[in-house]
């Protein structure tokens, strides 16, 4: 587990070159706005719902910190995953049982290849961190994630108003242990 953030250069009392974060480890800090960069070409097999994810995929704030020649090669090919489990899928749905070599009715033999590119779709989205935990795994905080999804959430409850928490009630269920409250008993 990393220890806590290092200070802003200006707060530092020692004047050493700060550590270098790891390789693949950097994530973007909380409050630092990254510029905008387009995101890498789709490929033009893939199915318009894939392309769109694509995108949505490199625009967000903690892709500014990838490398991209490092990273794109292997998102290609989560994404070519997904692409092809919805091949897959749009497949077996339509025709979910299949005629075996003896006439026997039996599942498609399609879903053992889905079962793999599953396997190696979550082991992808963890390894880029594509999913909750493994932002955690990769450097996200707690109090960064806690951050961003009380961002969020002021965003989606926002009335235009401050909130002033001083109208409320105490708790009746709460005991006063105050000298002044023993005296009273």
Known sequence: M????????????????PKKPAVGRSVVPAGV??????PPKASTHWRPATKEAW??????PIMAAV??????????RLFDLRDERETILIIVRADP??????????????????????????????R?????????????????????????AKGANDDGQE???TDEEADPRQVDRSPQARRRT
Request: net charge negative; hydrophobic share 35%; glycine share 6%.
């Open 2 to 17: 990393p220890g806590p953030r290092p200070k802003p250069d200006a707060q530092r009392q020692r004047r050493n070159a």
């Open 33 to 38: 706005s990254q510029l905008p960069v387009a």
């Open 55 to 60: 995108t949505s995929v490199w625009v967000h």
């Open 67 to 76: 490398d991209r020649a490092l990273h794109e090669p292997e998102l290609r």
């Open 97 to 126: 049982m299949v005629e075996g070599s003896q006439g026997q009715i039996r599942m498609h033999p399609i879903y053992a290849r889905l079962s793999a590119i599953e396997a190696e779709i979550r082991q992808l989205e963890d």
């Open 128 to 152: 880029n961190g594509l999913n909750p935990k493994s932002l955690l795994d990769l450097g996200l905080t707690f109090n960064q994630a806690r951050r961003s999804l009380d961002e969020l």
């Open 163 to 165: 909130d002033d928490d």
